[in-house]
């Protein structure tokens, strides 16, 4: 009967040891289990430029890729910019066009007839004079026509030779800034996805009048996905900056590996959320975690995600 005795009292302090590590475990477990819920980081797309909006290109909820289009602004003035500073840089870089060129070189042979004309008449003239038949204000005359029509030779000449070459070194660096302003200028009236993301909301309709920096689309990316939770005083002192935590959300077909990448260094008397009346009046301190970008998809912003911090 004394062994039966000692056996059940065994039996006893073998269960309430048992009993004890369970609720000791349960309660070390308890301290690594917060409650928080997922945000995201949107992205707005805008331009600097005013206008109204002719093309929306993507709709909520859709998923796009990196450099996706997203929106187009009216642009017709700016294209037609864009037109003229081309070809005004092809017109430098080549010089005058052949008809230009044509009309010079037929002025020059006029001219060039011209001064031969004036020639002969200043010899015969001369002449003419040492005869003294003609008076010396005629042979003047004569002398100034001849120079006139020499001067008009070589500036016919010397516009033909400029003509043909193209502008100066200046005057084209000049022209490619002025295209270069039309294309940044026509590059504003649109805009792509940087990144592929989530279509998060569209803010307004093809054929509204879009202010200059005003956001047409907002754009959820998986990297800008993270998770808020808070904790208390005690608890805070035990966490460090990569520390590694486990997500878990329902309906989430696994649970979500993250770490933590910032730690609030100013407490907080009480959560935006509250979740169960233990968490209010609470000093507590505002984590934030990011999951992997495969990871993050599985959240979506405003859920409720219970975090467990892995020690």
């Not at 020499?150 to 193209?166: F, I, S, Y």
């Not at 009236?189 to 202010?211: I, R």
């Not at 956001?215 to 904790?231: A, E």
Request: hydrophobic share 40%.
């Amino acid at each position: 009967m004394t062994n039966s005795l000692c056996s059940s009292r065994s039996g006893k302090v073998a269960l309430a040891f048992l009993l004890t590590l369970s609720l000791t475990s349960c309660e070390d477990d308890d301290k690594n289990r917060f409650q928080g819920y997922a945000e995201g980081e949107y992205v707005y797309v805008a331009t600097s430029v005013a206008g109204r909006l002719d093309k929306l290109m993507v709709s909520r909820g859709q998923t796009v890729g990196a450099n996706a289009p997203l929106f187009e602004l009216e642009h017709e003035n700016e294209t037609a910019e864009v037109q003229q500073a081309k070809a005004q840089v092809e017109d430098l870089e080549t010089g005058k066009r052949k008809p230009e060129l044509d009309v010079l070189r037929d002025q020059l042979t006029q001219a060039v007839t011209a001064a031969n004309l004036s020639t002969t008449q200043l010899a015969r003239d001369e002449q003419q004079y040492k005869a003294n038949a003609i008076s010396k204000a005629q042979l003047d005359t004569s002398r100034s026509t001849y120079s006139s029509a020499k001067a008009h030779v070589d500036e016919l000449r010397n516009q033909l030779k400029t003509g043909e070459l193209p502008a100066r070194d200046k005057q084209i660096r000049a022209a490619e800034a002025a295209l270069a302003q039309a294309e940044w200028r026509l590059s504003q009236k649109s805009a792509n996805a940087a990144q592929s993301a989530l279509v998060f909301d569209t803010l307004f309709v093809e054929g509204e009048w879009v202010p200059a920096g005003t956001p047409v689309v907002s754009l959820l990316p998986p990297g800008n996905i993270k998770v808020r939770f808070f904790v208390s005083e005690e608890t805070v002192g035990r966490l460090k900056a990569a520390q590694a935590i486990t997500i878990h959300c329902d309906g989430c077909a696994k649970e979500v590996p993250a770490q933590i990448n910032y730690i609030s260094p100013e407490s907080e008397f009480t959560p935006p959320i509250i979740y169960s009346n233990e968490t209010r009046s609470k000093l507590v301190f505002m984590i934030e975690a990011r999951p992997k970008v495969g990871d993050a998809e599985l959240l979506h912003p405003g859920q409720p995600v219970e975090v467990r911090v892995n020690e």
